[in-house]
Structure formats: C-alpha cells, structure tokens
C-alpha cells in the first residue's frame, strides 16, 4: 500500500503505474475518497467519428455527469480536473461541448480556473460556416487550496530584459527574469501525420501540452488519474516527472501501445509504437535505427534524434499570428478592391506535381 504525502488515504500499490483494461467507471469505484492529486483527460466527443459510438447529446452528458461526480469524490481537496473537449454536430450544427461540460462541473461542486483555447492551425474545411481551428480545455479545482507552480512553466518574456527608464527603479528590470505565466491560449501541435508522437490512436494528446498541465497542477510523487487513457500519454508525461499514474482503457490495442511507449521498447518484432519512442531507446542504447520499425511508419527507414524539427509552442504561436494577420489584411483589401499583401512568406507554392496532386515545401 502506498500513502500519499498529503493525506492519510491509501492507494493499493497495484493500483498505481497501471493502465487497466476495463471501463473507467470500474476503476473510479476502486478508489477511496480524497486521493487522486490531478485528473486530467479527453472523454470521447461523441461526434460520429470511426472509434466512437454516437448516441444523442442527452444520454451522453449524462453519462459524462455520472463520471465527473466520480472524479470530484476521488479528487483531493488540493486538486484539479482537466478536461478536454471538442464538438458536437448534428446535421449541420455545431454545439461547443465545454459550454455544455461547465455547468455540469459547477453543479458538482468544482470551482472554474480557466478555459483554455487549444489553436490547431489543421482541420477539416467547412463550406457554409468557418473552418474549425481550437478545442477547450476546462481546468477546474476542487476548493480555492489548490495546487499552482507557476515557476515549473514560465515562459519567456515578449521584452525579456526590459528595464525602467524612470522613476526610483530606473534601470531594474520590469518583468520576472524566469519568464512569464503562460497565457490562456495554446498552440502545441496536434498529434497528425509527421508528428514524431504519432501512434495508432486517432486522437491523442501531445506530450508538451500535458507536461504543462502536470507541471503546474502537481508535484513530484503526486497520483495523476486519465478515466480515459487512450495510448497513454498521460502515463508516459506523468513517468517522465516523478509522478504516478493510474488510469482506464477499453481498448487492449491501446494499452500495448501505452505500455510500450512508457517502457520504451518495441512488440517483439522490431515495431515501436512511435518514432519519438524509438528515437528515444536508440538514444539510450546506441543500436542501428535501421533495424527497427514504428507502428505508423511509411518511409522506409526511420530518422534519428537529431534529424527532428521539433519547435516550441511560442514558435507556433508567433508564426500563427502572422499567418492571422496576413488573413485579415488580404480580406480587407479584397473587399476594399485595395492591393494584395504581399503573399511570399505566407502562401506556400506548389513545388512540382504528380499524379495531379501538388507538393509543397
């Protein structure tokens, strides 16, 4: 039995490292009151894609109220609850599921910290509304005691080494030397095609979002709780910090998947489950990268760590609002018969083709 540094409450240790096959609603029944530091998690959208069962957008919230009320009663009172949320539409429509998650969290007793914007700059195109570009994370805490570690995620400074020019602290810095706090809106990558995470999941978390989360939310030997593990990069983010996890996943193909990415090894085969995984054991070993495989590869040999082009979330932001303001300049001169901006470092050209589908660079 483990015992959390916080409270009293025990864990069974053959519960915690753990991602079980079976429904979350099983697991959360396992655990006693007051135990669970940090849940976070992405519950199914419910929006008819190929591993989801749609049902209507009633019986779903409700389902979705009974598991929330499972997690506040597990939840320490120095805890959190991340959860992250997509849409629901229905002929044509378009329900933004967090306006629907808020009030059931409220009602339950959680206290509302943020909602955080999550910006893709990829998506599925619309023809007759805009293209969607975010989803929400919902953080919310169970009291006004909750855990918040600013300094484990500062980020830098717009003006990092400005200074006043007047007044008795002319010449001090204006701003903390560490970095500032990270704003509510955030633009780590999404998991698709090319993104060295990519497993066989459709839909699963980017590790640098999730370390965020941990990081601020939790300490070092803290107990994090995914109801809805998926491949498990809750699991994998919490190893990497010192945290423990434990976690639910219907899916066997998932788990495996899981549990090789956190123990870093492959299927027996050669086959890893990502090319993050397998740059990662090559790195601890020094083997021959083209002996192996990962899951999803379609190139014929995988490349090492340093041949990645990995960049930061203000990287991403920065090259977003260019992108943003060039839009909104070229609409204003289209609709004002005005000149063009200048499109050169905004609009990709087509390189050559073949087969009639163009390829940029």
Not at 241 to 251: C, I, K, T
């Amino acid at each position: 039995m483990k015992t959390t540094s916080k409270t009293s409450i025990v864990i069974p240790e053959k519960m915690l490292n753990k991602i079980e096959n079976i429904d979350c609603f099983d697991l959360l029944k396992k655990l006693p009151n007051n135990c669970i530091d940090l849940i976070v998690s992405s519950p199914p959208y419910n929006i008819g894609k190929a591993y989801e069962t749609r049902a209507c957008l009633k019986n779903y919230l409700e389902l979705q109220r009974k598991v929330l009320v499972e997690c506040y009663r597990v939840l320490k009172n120095s805890g959190s609850i991340f959860w992250q949320v997509g849409s629901y539409t229905v002929d044509g429509t378009l329900i933004p599921l967090d306006i629907k998650f808020f009030p059931i969290l409220e009602d339950i007793g959680m206290l509302p910290r943020n909602r955080i914007i999550w910006i893709r700059q990829h998506g599925l195109h619309a023809t007759r509304k805009f293209s969607g570009r975010h989803e929400t994370i919902l953080w919310f805490t169970k009291t006004d005691d909750y855990k918040f570690n600013l300094d484990s995620i500062r980020v830098p400074q717009k003006w990092q080494n400005k200074t006043s020019y007047r007044g008795n602290n002319t010449g001090e810095l204006t701003c903390n030397p560490d970095g500032k706090n990270p704003s509510d809106i955030w633009l780590f990558r999404n998991v698709k095609h090319n993104h060295e995470e990519q497993t066989i999941h459709p839909a699963q978390f980017p590790e640098d979002l999730i370390t965020r989360i941990i990081l601020a939310a939790t300490d070092e030997n803290d107990i994090v709780l995914d109801p809805y593990m998926g491949v498990g990069t809750v699991a994998v983010v919490a190893k990497e910090f010192n945290r423990y996890y434990l976690g639910a996943e219907l899916e066997k193909k998932y788990i495996d998947v899981a549990e090789r990415r956190i123990e870093i090894k492959h299927d027996g085969k050669g086959s890893f489950p990502n090319l993050k995984t397998l740059r990662k054991y090559i790195d601890m070993t020094g083997d021959d990268i083209s002996k192996y495989r990962f899951d999803v590869q379609v190139g014929t040999k995988a490349t090492t760590s340093d041949k990645s082009k990995i960049f930061s979330e203000e990287h991403h932001l920065s090259e977003l609002l260019k992108r943003l303001e060039f839009e909104e300049n070229t609409a204003t001169a289209r609709a004002r018969n005005e000149p063009l901006p200048d499109d050169s470092a905004m609009v990709k050209k087509p390189t050559k083709k073949i087969n009639n589908y163009d390829l940029f660079k």
